[in-house]
């Protein structure tokens, strides 16, 4: 880290106070290294969070309850899925536990808006990942008025009590918001719509959102305001290089993995009675 | 492939009218590479596995509801955690549905053998691993007697039709039995049994089940015997070489995949006047 790093990505990128209006996009808060040195990092450091997650498989397996949840959001194209695909698929699927939210189904939506997110939580010493997550209740919800303002008001103080429970009961939760500028979600989606291998990651509905950018700008900034707090802080990461953003949410991951101070874990069993026994068998 | 197989990987593997006890594990049925060139195409046909899964997950996005089922099973230590890792760690997590079936639960007890199974299917366009399966249920269970024999007994048949309908419903099942020497078995228990940061993968059981060898041997035999079939047929993968094992068994779901023969899904809206209406976006 420290050779390439001013200083910790949990701390370059912490988002306390942040202004998304003042946002640069296409920024690299903390890194000092360049394109080819920052894709070099992301393997490298892939490495190191694939054996930072191994410890915390381990420990769950022996019976450790403590768990590591990414949230990821951010609007279309912003990123989500590569961060999954590239960070995510660089530790051992037995490990991860990843979740999607799109539009709830209709069983969902006869539940609290938390019901299908708790049912998604990570098991102890597993990875969890949610690509979108309980934040569209107060994003979408809120700007699309799909519940009354009460409602969506009032969600902010749940949202905390939430995330405040899973702190005390051994969840570490890594909150992402990626962010890329307007034209640059333009040149994504038009990509999308010149390649016939990408036609499926597009709805002409990611246009119709563009219309809704201003909106979906205060709903975040009321995220990072009213749900940033000590035990589940927000990180913002600017995404339109999507090999930094890639590289900032690896730091984040094994700093929130190495804060949790893992060790082998001890066997319950004599390894040399073990082995003598093993050699008869 | 062509090159270094002799015939396609799902000839050289199937089970059909195989002896186990005339298995050698350390054979490389169909490939005539050596280790080298075997490990660099780990990586090389990894990404091609990669690719067809994308296509698969695509058209699963566009309403297919098709899907790929990966069954393992094995002796301990044969080698199911690490294809998870290496071969299923290649393709992109969101299109991964994995389930590892351990001692059944208080509550799956209470169930019918398939209702955890079932449970686990994966969905349309999904990649599912099962790492042990419905399998265990006439392996454990019948070496140890859990249940009477009229039952373990009654659940080869019931495995056929379970099988018959997951294949008549567009899953293609690729059940896959890994098989190490008992003298390998000894040398990777020795080594988790060597090393501090491999003793959480250790179970004293795992040298009790040792004793049993012979009984796990018949019971392999019967369900090669009783549940290769047409629509959901055995693959027998000799896993003394672990990279001979990871290749053999990406080599198996890249078949599957494409037997699946998967174009890149058809648009549902025009692409042309989409980006007509980005560019005024």
Excluded: C
Aim: aromatic fraction near 10%; avoid cysteine; glycine fraction near 8%.
């Amino acid at each position: 880290m420290a050779e390439y790093w001013n200083e910790p990505a949990s701390r370059a990128l912490r988002a306390d106070g942040l202004r998304i209006a003042d946002l640069d996009t296409s920024a690299r808060p903390g890194f000092r290294g360049d394109k080819p040195m920052g894709k070099r990092l992301l393997t490298e450091r892939g490495r190191v969070l694939a054996g930072e997650q191994e410890k915390l498989y381990a420990n769950g397996r022996s019976g450790d309850r403590r768990s590591v949840l990414l949230v990821l959001q951010g609007m279309d194209t912003a990123g989500k899925g590569g961060i999954v695909r590239h960070v995510i698929g660089s530790v051992d699927p037995q490990g991860v536990d990843h979740a999607a939210f799109g539009v709830p189904t209709e069983e969902e939506k006869q539940h609290h808006f938390l019901w299908r997110i708790r049912r998604a939580l990570p098991r102890g010493g597993q990875l969890g990942v949610f690509d979108r997550s309980h934040y569209e209740d107060v994003l979408v919800a809120r700007v699309h008025g799909l519940v009354p303002e009460e409602v969506w008001q009032g969600r902010y103080a749940e949202i905390n009590r939430f995330e405040q429970e899973l702190a005390d009961n051994g969840t570490t939760l890594v909150k992402v918001a990626l962010f890329v500028s307007l034209d640059e979600q333009k040149a994504r989606l038009r990509q999308r719509l010149q390649r016939p291998d990408k036609y499926w990651k597009f709805s002409p509905g990611d246009i119709d959102e563009r219309g809704y950018w201003p909106a979906y700008q205060e709903a975040y900034q009321a995220i990072l305001d009213r749900t940033g707090t000590d035990y589940a802080p927000w990180y913002v990461v600017p995404a339109d290089a999507k090999w930094y953003a890639r590289l900032a949410v690896t730091e984040l991951l094994i700093e929130a993995l190495r804060g949790l101070e893992l060790n082998w874990p001890a066997p319950t069993f004599d390894p040399a009675a073990e082995l003598r026994r093993l050699e008869r068998a």
